[in-house]
């Protein structure tokens, strides 16, 4: 009787497969949704018999499927499935936090997230400024949509129908610089769709300024806006231009992480 103990192989060996399979799905692109087992071969290094054992287990378990025609392997609909679960548990509030906390740790003022909601703005999370004169505007309460940096990010992307609503509902005046006129807010409205932000500029409150831009979810319809707001003191015109950046890459960066793929938008709108 043979008493020697068998090599048990690593754990690390025995992964080593599921690694490649994932690095196999991951090879796939917007610009590569199909490719063959030579290309897939060639850009992860393996064998090509390695590669074929991979896709052909990936395409039992709907990971994969393979053209009938051309004998190429693209992502299955089991990515699709799993990806809508995942988009269902994305949340604008909780995949904004991360952006929330850099934002006003970067610009040192404060950062709200807002949504429109019965016409008005709700402000659904927001972090305060440290500085001594700062905005303070509550967690949940409400503001104008055509005054605030906010509102006016979400309703450059409404519908007509919902901007008409609320120019229906009476554009108040809060400051001298509030637009109340009709068709100057739509042209506003315009602006701020070509150039992707909107400027508060001492609209709702006198001393205030705010840069805010809008975050869409993974169907490309903007859901919410984010901002940076401060006294006119410390938010001059020229640090208002300095702001944009950081506030168009937080936005972005969010909407990515509910899903929006900017170049299947543009394909999609192309179409």
């Known amino acids: 009787m043979d008493t020697r103990l068998k090599k048990v192989k690593p754990k690390r060996m025995r992964l080593s497969s599921v690694a490649n399979a994932i690095r196999l799905t991951k090879a796939f692109s917007e610009q590569e949704y199909e490719m063959g087992i030579s290309a897939l071969a060639a850009r992860l290094g393996l064998a090509k018999s390695t590669v074929h054992r991979l896709a052909t287990t990936l395409v039992e378990y709907d990971m994969l499927e393979q053209n009938r025609e051309t004998g190429k392997y693209r992502l299955g609909l089991a990515f699709f499935e799993l990806g809508t679960l995942v988009r269902r548990k994305m949340d604008v509030t909780t995949e904004a936090q991360g952006e929330i906390h850099a934002l006003a740790d970067s610009s040192g003022e404060t950062v709200q997230l807002a949504i429109l ?33 906010v509102g006016k990010a979400l309703l450059a992307f409404q519908p007509p129908e919902v901007v008409q609503q609320v120019i229906d509902n009476g554009l108040k005046r809060c400051t001298a610089n509030t ?66 950046p950081s506030v168009l890459a937080a936005a972005e960066n969010i909407s990515r992480r509910l899903g929006f793929i900017p170049s299947l938008a543009s394909a999609m709108m192309a179409d």
Request: hydrophobic share 40%; net charge positive; aromatic share 2%.
């Open 117 to 149: 909601d019965h016409l008005t703005i709700l402000y659904i999370r927001i972090r305060e400024s440290r500085q001594a004169i700062r905005l303070s505007s509550g967690l949940g309460s409400r503001a104008p949509a055509h005054c605030t940096g």
């Open 179 to 244: 637009i109340t006129e009709t068709e100057k807010l739509r042209a506003e409205l315009a602006t701020i769709r070509a150039r992707g932000y909107a400027i508060d500029d001492e609209e709702i409150e006198v001393g205030l300024r705010c840069v805010a831009a809008p975050i869409r979810d993974h169907s490309g319809q903007v859901v919410a806006a984010i901002s940076v707001a401060a006294p006119v003191q410390r938010m001059s015109k020229k640090q208002v231009q300095a702001t944009i």
